[in-house]
């Protein structure tokens, strides 16, 4: 049965497409059968990670909401070599970098039933082990929906107060929506914080489990989104914290042990 992972943040720019990608690519490297949907529809781009050209996108999600296609039909095989390596796969869904099919949505909105079909349905039709799902930030019918179907639900969070007090809404939603699991992410953490105290605060804040702190690289920033991160640089403390977060979501919740943050940040160059 497809596990529903997803990952979602309460403003935009905290890093959650990349996150998603990461953290999805880590979990197919365990052999899994792995998807990707993109439902940022107003500002879609996690294709973009995958090194998916536009003129290679012939239908995505917004073709599937207007009734144009099936969803299943949608999915694009992305899985770099590195992955197939180790038996697992990515597809992608994508919604539209198309203007005028944004637009439209930003206009007249979407069947949200017709997403939470699909939803439902796409993860037997595809046999995925899991379905990530790159939400929109903030709170609307699309978010509701996914944190209502979500096996694990991922919120992404800086260590900022703008962030702090988003998050308490998304957390007491989810909570509300009797939410399976849900782990915190704490991104773009300072070197100079002290590990074992951002995550004191933030558990006690929430009374969640932090599954990792990402800590602010300027790696990722040289990057720019022209790959994955875990796969470019495999030993580094970042893609250690993303094989964390794939080994927690993939593992059993009985089954989890101390997370290694301190040690993280100590093997940092």
Known sequence: MTKII????????????????NVATAIATMGQRVGIIDTDIQSPGIHILFNLPPKQIKKTL??????RCKLQESSYDVTPQAVKS?????????????????????????????????????????KLDYLFIDTHPGINEETLLSLSLADTLVILLRPDQQDFQGTAVIVDIARRLN???????????????????????????????????????????????????????????????YQSIAQQIHQSPAAEGNNPFKQLFQRRS
């Open 179 to 241: 939410v399976k699991r849900l782990l915190l992410v704490v991104n773009r953490v300072p070197a100079k914080f002290i590990p074992d105290q951002v995550k004191d605060q933030v558990e006690k804040t929430y009374q969640a489990k932090v599954a990792a702190l990402l800590p602010n690289s300027e790696e990722m920033m040289e990057l720019a989104s022209r790959d994955l991160f875990y796969l470019r640089f495999p030993d580094h403390v970042l893609s250690q914290a």
């Open 62 to 67: 917004n073709d599937y909401l207007w009734n």
């Open 86 to 126: 180790k038996k697992g796969q990515i597809l992608l869904i994508p919604s539209s970098m198309d203007i005028a099919e944004i637009s439209k949505i930003l206009r007249d909105g979407y069947n949200v039933k017709r997403l939470q079909e699909g939803l439902k349905q796409v993860g037997e039709q595809l």
């Open 6 to 21: 997803p990952i979602h943040s309460f403003r935009g720019g905290t890093g959650k497409s990349n996150t998603t990608a």
